[in-house]
């Protein structure tokens, strides 16, 4: 329960932070809310050589109404996006999700860009970025660049972002008609399975967690959607998953859990 030595640098800006990843090479990771990265240390299962503490860069927390998108900050909080009036008013799904996040303890600590960063396959935020279709701008010694959710998650805690690189900003469209509803045992676990369902005029986006090592769209429920047809939708929730079986739950089980928990979403996202 004690993780291996490692150094500490906390740099106050972003070009520092980028410059320290640099100069640490391979063994250097970023540490944001440190509510995933920590636990691991603990654990053994990371082992960085540095750590680079990116919790008192400025400017990396805010959220604002960028006019045809929300643009919110990679170390803004679960409980920072939770309660934005910004992101409640344009994009309630995501408030919604990261009032759902944890505990309030993990709520108030982690980040919503440690989380996407961190890409763990039962996280909630990066199933509703894929349906949301957001992006990840992220900044490394190569300058900005762009990611959509679709090319972000890559594998098993694995993302497109280099090593080199920082998460710099989350961003999202607005959208009124949106929803996430994951099944856990209990309030604070992490979800066995959850799916997000966006809806813009008789089409909808639904993404999966849970069920499968990166986050995925529901390809044939969104096609049979029709608007109105909730359970004949979401009975094409399983079709193409194969996901694992573990102590939580069969990949049968979870396979059935897609289908009632996007039913469940797409009610809730029309009403
Ligand atoms: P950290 O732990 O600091 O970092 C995680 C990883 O991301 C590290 O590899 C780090 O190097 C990298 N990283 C962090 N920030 C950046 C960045 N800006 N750019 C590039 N790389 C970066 N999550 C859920 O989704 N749902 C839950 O229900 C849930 N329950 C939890 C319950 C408990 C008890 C705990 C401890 C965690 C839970 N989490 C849950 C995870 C939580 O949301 C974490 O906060 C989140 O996964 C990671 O965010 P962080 O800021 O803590 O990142």
Redesign the pocket.
């Known amino acids: 329960m004690i993780p291996q030595a490692f150094e500490y640098e906390r740099p106050a800006s972003l070009a520092d932070a980028i410059g320290l990843l640099k100069q640490h090479g391979e063994g250097a ?11 691991m240390m603990k654990l053994r299962l990371a082992a960085p050589a540095t750590l680079i503490d ?1 919790s008192g860069v400025s400017g990396l927390n805010g959220i604002r109404d960028a006019g045809s998108y929300l643009a919110i900050g ?2 803004a909080t ?1 409980r920072d996006v939770a309660e934005s009036d910004i992101v409640r008013g344009g994009c309630p799904v995501l408030a919604a999700t990261a009032a ?4 309030l303890q ?1 709520r108030n ?3 919503i ?3 996407v ?2 890409a ?1 396959p ?4 990066p199933a509703v970025l894929l349906a949301l279709e957001g992006e990840a701008i992220v900044e490394g010694p190569g300058g900005q660049r762009t990611i959509t959710a679709a090319d972000l998650f890559t594998g098993y805690l694995s993302t497109s ?1 280099s090593d080199d ?4 900003e989350l961003r999202v469209p607005k959208v009124s008609q949106g929803a996430y509803v994951k099944f856990n045992r209990r309030k ?4 066995i399975v959850g799916v997000a369902a966006v809806l813009a005029g008789s089409s909808a986006r639904i993404a999966l967690t849970g069920v499968a090592p990166t986050p995925v769209r529901a390809a044939a429920a969104e096609a049979a959607w029709n608007g109105s047809n909730a359970a004949d939708a979401a009975s094409h929730a399983g079709e193409g998953l194969n996901p694992p079986s573990d102590t939580a739950a069969s990949g049968e089980y979870r396979v059935h859990l897609a289908r009632v928990l996007t039913q469940r979403a797409l009610e809730q996202a029309s009403a």
């Open positions: 990771r970023i540490l944001a809310g440190g509510h995933s990265l920590l636990p990116i990679a170390l679960h759902g996040v944890g505990d993990v600590r982690g980040t860009g440690g989380s960063a961190q763990d039962h996280a909630d935020y972002v690189e920082i998460v710099t604070a676990d992490w979800a």
